[in-house]
């Protein structure tokens, strides 16, 4: 494993009264930080802080600078990111500022699950935090993000890429159009991007500790099973991005993958598209 991206429990104790290290918990359940938090751990909510409020698409730089400022976010801060769902969200925040390029990002190792296992205390206390001035940074949208039209072109060129669906089964068949125990909504037509294979996001993690498989066992996914080529471009979908992000997130910091990007526009976008190509099973 990656021990420079990806830290344990222990190294998070260690680290609690660091000032240069600043928590970061990112959920999907908005109760979760509330209910209880690792003591100084901010919460930056992936609608509220990230997005655009008004067109489908992240902050740019300005506003992103005003956003880590508010959260005394520096450029050199050593950013953990963690929460619930086995990180799902806690790798769409990690990747998000990465495509702002800041520099030192990681990801608690089972999230909080894992620190819930360990019986390790939990707040519900919000420190203040002093405001910084976190410098502006253009976002860069090519070194770990692919658009739609980019994609397209690939696909009608068939382009040398390998193309992972990270999905459920039902999802990827075209049978649902989001994941079981969520609304059946969010696209006209289903089915996936054709070439795509299904390699599910949660085949990563251990789903009884929330911690990510090891190295030997994520290359017996990956390598053995699907194939994939590590000097070969890989791109990663889901439904919106957050899944696919969890899988960029393996692919490119535990696997040692050169070139792999999350098509966040993923099916919302694809299975809205008129006249996008899809399979179906």
Not at 2 to 15: A, F, G, K, M
Not at 110 to 117: E, N, R
Not at 241 to 257: A, D
Request: net charge neutral.
């Amino acid at each position: 494993m990656n021990s420079e991206i990806l830290v344990d429990c222990d190294w998070v104790q260690e680290r609690l009264n660091d000032s240069k290290v600043i928590l970061v918990e990112s959920n999907e359940d908005l109760l979760q930080y509330k209910s209880g938090h690792i003591k100084g751990a901010i919460e930056i909510d992936w609608v509220r802080d990230l997005n655009n409020q008004l067109i489908r698409d992240y902050l740019d730089g300005n506003h992103f600078a005003n956003v880590c400022s508010r959260f005394g976010i520096k450029r050199d801060s050593t950013l953990v990111f963690y929460g619930d769902k086995h990180n799902w969200w806690a790798c769409f925040a990690f990747w998000v500022f990465k495509l702002f390029s800041h520099p030192d990002c990681r990801i608690l190792n089972g999230g909080k699950l894992a620190w819930q296992k360990k019986k390790l205390p939990l707040t519900s206390e919000v420190e203040d935090r002093k405001v910084t001035s976190y410098p502006v940074v253009q976002r860069d949208d090519k070194t770990d993000r692919i658009l739609r039209d980019e994609l397209l072109s690939k696909i009608r060129d068939q382009a040398d890429c390998h193309l992972i669906d990270v999905r459920s089964a039902d999802e990827f068949s075209g049978k649902r159009l989001h994941m079981e125990g969520y609304p059946n909504e969010g696209a006209l037509r289903g089915g996936h991007i054709p070439g795509a294979l299904n390699v599910p996001w949660g085949r990563a993690v251990d789903q009884e500790t929330g911690l990510f498989k090891s190295v030997e066992q994520l290359k017996e996914i990956y390598f053995k099973e699907c194939k994939l080529q590590v000097d070969r471009e890989v791109i990663a979908y889901c439904r919106i991005g957050e899944r696919s992000s969890h899988t960029w997130f393996v692919l490119k910091y535990l696997l040692g993958f050169k070139n792999v990007r999350n098509y966040d526009g993923s099916w919302t976008e694809w299975g809205n598209l008129v006249g996008a190509p899809i399979e179906r099973f």
